[in-house]
């Protein structure tokens, strides 16, 4: 229960107490902390939303003291990134945050008030990815792989076991891996160290931009595998592209339900026109856990 125990700390006490009272089953499947003013404080597990014991609302303060403890006192510099929805804190753990923005010139530059709050949990799950690689290592060696789900479908943690197990070698020989972490949630570096394990031959680029991290690694680390979580610009698809073109193998994420979810939106028909992944492996959150389905793409 290490994500659940190093996530509930980021509650004010109050509500920490109540989510330690659930049981122990439903907190090693906890995958969401939400948080709406006016409203009794849930858990997300997998597709449902459960109470926390006691049911008291939550208040604005109980917001603004969550933003605090999570950025250990510096609330004012992490609502000033929330023009991208969200902040990583240590461990990799996504907060989320809603209420009312202050804009300017047409682009949002903070929130006055707090409203709801999502904390999702990161969460390690060595050993996921053993199947999967089994299968894109069928053909002998490994394809360029796109892993597809809706929003909160897994594939970031698909993906850090992934970029493990191609860096140490499991099921293959090892491969250097050049891991591009926007977001800092798939190795969670804290002071240049992994929270979470990557692997022995993984270099991890934190909170750089995915196309400018991209580059920055093929020209300096001399990667043979680059791995990246959410494609979802058309500077992303250049980056990736012409790092494929130097011989890099690609594994990179993207959100949708399907290929024809993807064809219908410009930045990803693109970058299936171009043939860029060979493989693509699904991921499907009905039933008990994510399940995976690899699929050869055409040429």
Same mark, same amino acid.
């Given at each position: 229960?290490?994500?659940?125990?190093?996530?509930?700390?980021?509650?004010?006490?109050?509500?920490?107490?109540?989510?330690?009272?659930?049981?122990?089953?439903?907190?090693?499947?906890?995958?969401?902390?939400?948080?709406?003013?006016?409203?009794?404080?849930?858990?997300?597990?997998?597709?449902?939303?459960?109470?926390?014991?006691?049911?008291?609302?939550?208040?604005?303060?109980?917001?603004?003291?969550?933003?605090?403890?999570?950025?250990?006192?510096?609330?004012?510099?992490?609502?000033?990134?929330?023009?991208?929805?969200?902040?990583?804190?240590?461990?990799?753990?996504?907060?989320?945050?809603?209420?009312?923005?202050?804009?300017?010139?047409?682009?949002?530059?903070? &929130?006055?008030?707090?409203? /709801? #709050?999502?904390?999702?949990?990161?969460? !390690?799950? =060595? $050993?996921? %990815?053993?199947?999967? @690689?089994?299968? &894109?290592?069928?053909?002998? /060696? #490994?394809?360029?792989?796109?892993?597809? !789900?809706? =929003? $909160?479908? %897994?594939?970031?943690? @698909?993906?850090?076991?992934?970029?493990?197990?191609?860096?140490?070698?499991?099921?293959?020989?090892?491969?250097?891996?050049?891991?591009?972490?926007?977001?800092?949630?798939?190795?969670?570096?804290?002071?240049?160290?992994?929270?979470?394990?990557?692997?022995?031959?993984?270099?991890?680029?934190?909170?750089?931009?995915?196309?400018?991290?991209?580059?920055?690694?093929?020209?300096?680390?001399?990667?043979?595998?680059?791995?990246?979580?959410?494609?979802?610009?058309?500077?992303?698809?250049?980056?990736?592209?012409?790092?494929?073109?130097?011989?890099?193998?690609?594994?990179?994420?993207?959100?949708?339900?399907?290929?024809?979810?993807?064809?219908?939106?410009?930045?990803?028909?693109?970058?299936?026109?171009?043939?860029?992944?060979?493989?693509?492996?699904?991921?499907?959150?009905?039933?008990?856990?994510?399940?995976?389905?690899?699929?050869?793409?055409?040429?």
């Amino acid at each position: 229960m290490a994500g659940f125990d190093d996530a509930v700390i980021l509650l004010p006490p109050r509500l920490r107490r109540r989510a330690e009272e659930l049981p122990a089953l439903v907190k090693r499947q906890v995958e969401e902390f939400r948080l709406r003013a006016g409203r009794p404080p849930t858990v997300t597990v997998g597709m449902d939303e459960l109470g926390l014991p006691g049911g008291e609302p939550v208040t604005v303060r109980d917001l603004e003291l969550t933003v605090e403890i999570a950025t250990q006192a510096s609330a004012h510099a992490a609502l000033e990134r929330v023009r991208q929805g969200y902040f990583t804190v240590r461990g990799g753990h996504r907060v989320g945050l809603c209420g009312s923005v202050a804009a300017e010139g047409g682009q949002v530059r903070n &929130l006055r008030t707090l409203s /709801s #709050l999502n904390i999702r949990v990161a969460h !390690a799950v =060595p $050993g996921c %990815g053993a199947e999967v @690689l089994a299968d &894109l290592l069928a053909a002998g /060696s #490994l394809p360029n792989t796109l892993l597809l !789900a809706p =929003p $909160g479908g %897994g594939k970031t943690t @698909l993906l850090r076991d992934l970029v493990r197990r191609i860096s140490d070698g499991e099921g293959a020989p090892p491969l250097r891996v050049g891991l591009a972490d926007e977001r800092g949630e798939v190795a969670a570096l804290w002071e240049g160290v992994p929270q979470f394990d990557v692997g022995a031959r993984t270099d991890v680029l934190d909170g750089c931009p995915k196309a400018q991290g991209l580059m920055m690694l093929l020209r300096g680390m001399n990667p043979q595998v680059l791995a990246c979580d959410e494609i979802t610009a058309p500077a992303d698809c250049a980056a990736l592209e012409q790092c494929a073109n130097c011989g890099v193998r690609l594994l990179a994420t993207a959100h949708g339900a399907s290929l024809e979810d993807l064809r219908g939106r410009p930045v990803y028909r693109d970058l299936l026109a171009r043939g860029l992944f060979q493989r693509v492996v699904y991921l499907d959150r009905r039933g008990f856990g994510p399940r995976c389905r690899v699929e050869e793409l055409p040429c």
